[in-house]
Antibody, heavy 119, light 107 residues
Framework: EVDLVESGGGLIQPGGSLRLSCAVS????????MSWVRQAPGKGLECVSV???????HYKDSVKGRFTISRDSSKNTLYLQMDSLRAEDTAVYYC?????????????WGQGTLVTVSS | EIVMTQSPAALSVSPGESATLSCRASQSVSSNLAWYQQKRGQAPRLLIS???TRATGIPARFSGSGSGTEFTLTISSLQSEDFAVYYCQQYNNWPGTFGQGTKVEIK
């Protein structure tokens, strides 16, 4: 059965750091494109980072230099290291499979973890 | 960046009726358009890709159409479990951008 379970969210002060994790079962993280998609309160969805199956990475401009996406094949887990956090980073963060060059959508998704950046 | 605009922002529909949701792209995305359903407190779920191809397990009452810049999601004979927020996503330009969502509410 396919499942993605995020963890690591919480309340953090501006300028602080958090590391999100996404434990995956049912397929391999390293064999797929994997993304972090966030949803700010009352807002829509935006893809903030992607890691390709080959290991290259992509970041949305607003998080470039502050966020780092990575994976651990032995744990079949995806990570998002978030540094220099800002109030505007407050959101529910979802991990999702995709978008690959073939299936260019996001499917499936995890349940999400809430990150609140506030003093 | 391609901007996706969904309308209306909210839609009140009685169970058993149909709902028509619209999604417009700021430039042509061909048929590279997906729809997702998000119920309160849950993760988004893929409904449709390629503008009109239902994902595995999605009931036939969900149908998508359109190409270029104008797209429609139609939900026929709404069931109680269909009341949710629906998002469109273009993937013509990688990694894709989402609309702001349409909330389908019970009338």
């Amino acid at each position: 059965e396919v499942d993605l379970v995020e963890s690591g969210g919480g309340l953090i002060q501006p300028g602080g750091s958090l590391r999100l994790s996404c434990a995956v079962s049912g397929f391999t993280v390293s064999g797929n494109y994997m993304s972090w998609v966030r949803q700010a309160p009352g807002k829509g969805l935006e893809c903030v980072s992607v890691i390709y199956s080959g290991g290259s990475t992509h970041y949305k401009d607003s998080v470039k230099g502050r966020f780092t996406i990575s994976r651990d094949s032995s744990k079949n887990t995806l990570y998002l290291q978030m540094d220099s956090l800002r109030a505007e980073d407050t959101a529910v963060y979802y991990c999702a499979r995709g978008p690959s060059p073939v299936t260019r959508w996001f499917d499936p998704w995890g349940q999400g973890t809430l990150v609140t950046v506030s003093s | 960046e391609i901007v996706m605009t969904q309308s209306p922002a909210a839609l009140s529909v009685s169970p058993g009726e149909s709902a028509t949701l619209s999604c417009r792209a700021s430039q042509s995305v061909s048929s590279n358009l997906a729809w997702y359903q998000q119920k309160r407190g849950q993760a988004p779920r893929l409904l449709i890709s390629g503008s009109s191809t239902r994902a595995t397990g999605i009931p036939a009452r969900f149908s998508g159409s359109g190409s270029g810049t104008e797209f429609t999601l139609t939900i026929s004979s709404l069931q109680s479990e269909d009341f949710a927020v629906y998002y469109c996503q273009q993937y013509n330009n990688w990694p894709g951008t989402f609309g702001q969502g349409t909330k389908v509410e019970i009338k």
